[in-house]
């Protein structure tokens, strides 16, 4: 597999950094995760614009200089995916300080950027089985608050909150978590946003200590469409005890269906009824059978 690397195609062996490298030491990598899917019409990345001026904006509130354009950027994923030959996967991109640095700050601003391409074949990897429905706990870990750092960007360092509350619950027994913020309110899952459903109305926390995810917002654009019941509105955790249905979504999982919370059961089956519309209409935008949202996907 080749990796595209600061404008050239090595061996993924030959993408290193040094241990003392800012970067790594210090957790100040950006980073971003795609979604390749198998439309009908080709493999497509999904929100492929959204994802890349979302990394420009971590890059942003992150102080980043980043040594390339927009545009080149998108260009990149397009033509790492091709070198690769991805027919259904995933790319994830970063941008780094590459250099060994033992201060706070790094000292030499050079910034190098990279992008995996994988296909889910080459690893044995199930689509359905990432999205398959999970049982979840609720960490004790708070999500990090707004004021701390810029939860809005995908920060390396920013996911130790994360790794640390899954790890928490996968040892209580669960699938996946989720966070509360520092008010006590719900925030989001480690590496997704959350929706609940309660009397036919779809519920998700405001981004205030959430990132912004892309899936979520094309989310909220299909189920306005549907013409289903929608509010972005404060979650209190025991109103996850009183919800009909739950999912999350994610650039990966796309649409992934909760089916307990904390042991408690949701609903009588695992997906609920508007789940299931929700993921269903979501696979019809996937395949490209929707002409009204194609705009959210960029063929290989």
């Known amino acids: 597999m080749k990796a595209w690397l600061n404008g050239q195609y090595v061996d993924w062996e030959q993408t290193t950094v040094p241990l003392l490298s800012h970067s790594f030491s210090r957790g100040s990598a950006i980073f971003e995760v795609l979604d390749i899917v198998a439309g009908e019409k080709g493999p497509a990345y999904f929100g492929l614009d959204e994802h890349v001026a979302r990394f420009f904006n971590s890059a942003r509130l992150s102080y980043m200089d980043l040594p390339l354009t927009e545009d080149g950027f998108r260009q990149a994923h397009i033509d790492a995916a091709r070198e690769n030959q991805v027919a259904h996967g995933l790319a994830k991109s970063f941008a780094y ?11 030499n601003p ?27 706990g609720i960490s004790s870990f708070r999500k990090l608050h707004p004021e701390t750092v810029p939860v809005h960007a995908k920060i390396v360092g920013n996911y130790v909150n994360a790794f640390l509350a899954k790890m928490e619950v996968k040892k209580r027994g669960y699938d996946d978590v989720i966070m509360l913020d520092t008010m006590g309110l719900v925030s989001e899952g480690a590496t997704s946003n959350v929706f609940l459903v309660r009397e036919g109305r779809i519920m998700t926390p405001p981004l205030r200590s959430s990132l912004p995810g892309i899936t979520r917002r094309a989310v909220m654009e299909l189920v306005r469409d549907m013409g289903l019941p929608f509010v972005e509105t404060d979650i209190r955790p025991e109103d996850l005890g009183s919800c009909d249905e739950a999912f999350y979504s994610g650039s990966v999982i796309k649409i992934q269906p909760i089916k307990a919370i904390e042991g408690r059961e949701l609903g009588t089956a695992c997906p609920g009824p508007i789940t299931s519309a929700v993921a269903h209409r979501m696979s019809e935008v996937l395949a490209g059978r929707d002409s009204r949202f194609e705009n959210w996907l960029t063929y290989i």
């Open 97 to 107: 300080y590459p250099n060994i640095e033992l201060t706070a700050l790094p000292q």
């Open 110 to 136: 050079e910034v190098h950027t990279a992008i995996f391409c994988v296909d889910f074949g080459l690893f044995g990897v199930r689509q359905e089985d990432l999205s398959a429905p999970a049982s979840v």
